[in-house]
Nanobody
């Protein structure tokens, strides 16, 4: 079975940083694009960032571009999200997602983690 397990969420003050990790099992990790999405209460789930199978291409949501960095370590079957300069509006449940191809272009998320909570206080 496919399992995506997020970790690293927590409570942080505005301006601080967190590093989220997503460990994958049950898939050939290096064959798939990966992404991070987030969802706040009462809001739709939105793309935060995604990364191609080898890490050569990345995309970011407009609200996080320049502050967040997605990366992956295929040897460790892990994708990361480094979040800097956090703002209260970044508060959300963050989900790791596996796409159905090596690129998010033309693809879609097909597997999801359980989510890790990020709360940014003022």
């Amino acid at each position: 079975q496919v399992q995506l397990t997020e970790s690293g969420g927590g409570l942080v003050q505005a301006g601080g940083s967190l590093r989220l990790s997503c460990a994958a099992s049950g898939i050939v990790f290096s064959q798939y694009a990966m992404g991070w999405y987030r969802q706040a209460p009462g809001q739709q789930r939105e793309l935060v960032a995604d990364i191609s199978l080898g890490g050569g291409s990345t995309n970011y949501g407009a609200s996080v571009k320049g502050r967040f960095t997605i990366s992956r370590d295929n040897a460790q079957n892990t994708v990361y999200l480094q979040m800097n300069s956090l703002k209260p509006e970044d508060t959300a449940l963050y989900f790791c997602a596996q796409y159905d191809s090596g690129s998010s272009w033309g693809g879609r998320p097909v597997n999801w983690g359980q989510g890790t909570q990020v709360t940014v206080s003022s």
